[in-house]
Structure formats: structure tokens, C-alpha cells
């Protein structure tokens, strides 16, 4: 299996900016799928933001699209979550996973965006 811890949260003042980091440890099958971001809001599902392929192709929530930018670091499986212009509502806490959710969630980093 893999373990996925998840880093880089806080405290960001509206229109402020975060990086995320995810790092994946444990089986390299599952390492290596590790390409996505949820979020889960307070009272709200767990949602996808973004996802990257192994090729690089990235994919966004329409309401992050321009703002938020995924990367991943291959050889560290490492995944990052890019975020500007932060919005209040979009604090909540963020996860990394595979594109489906097919892995044991790990504890997420929490994003505060204060009005």
C-alpha cells in the first residue's frame, strides 16, 4: 500500500497564495498514481481540484482553473498544489490521492483563507 502525508497548509489572508506538497512512501505501484488534489470543505464531500497525467497533462476544477497549478516531482513522487489568489471559500482540507481515490486517505493539510 502507500502512505500519503500532505504538507504546506496554513493561515493565508484572502488573495494570498500556498504550495502544497504530497509525499507518497510504500509501494511503488501505488506511488506512482498519486496525481491528484481534493479538497473537503467543512459540512461538504470530499472534491477533486486537480489531477496531472504521467504525461503532464493537468486538469482542473472550473473554479480553480488560472489559479491553482498541479505539478509532480517523478522521481520523488511528489505531488504540489500551486495555489493564488486564494478564496475564502475554498479553505477546507486538502488531500492527495489518485485520480479516483483509490488509496488509503492520509491525514490532508488543512488551508485557512481568512475574508
Known amino acids: 500500500q502507500v502512505q500519503l502525508v500532505e504538507s504546506g497548509g496554513g493561515l493565508v489572508q484572502a488573495g494570498g497564495s500556498l504550495r502544497l506538497s504530497c509525499a507518497a512512501s510504500g509501494s511503488l505501484f501505488y506511488k506512482v498514481n498519486i496525481r491528484a488534489w481534493y479538497r473537503q470543505a467543512p459540512g461538504k464531500q470530499r472534491e477533486l481540484v486537480a489531477t496531472?497525467?504521467?504525461?503532464?497533462?493537468?486538469n482542473y476544477a472550473e473554479s480553480v482553473k488560472g489559479r491553482f497549478t498541479i505539478s509532480r516531482d517523478n522521481a520523488k513522487n511528489t505531488v504540489f498544489l500551486q495555489m493564488n489568489s486564494l478564496k475564502p471559500e475554498e479553505a477546507g482540507v486538502y488531500y492527495c490521492?489518485?485520480?479516483?481515490?483509490?488509496?488509503?486517505w492520509g491525514q490532508g493539510t488543512q488551508v485557512t483563507v481568512a475574508s
Open positions: 496531472i497525467t504521467s504525461g503532464g497533462d493537468t
Open positions: 490521492n489518485t485520480p479516483t481515490g483509490g488509496v488509503r
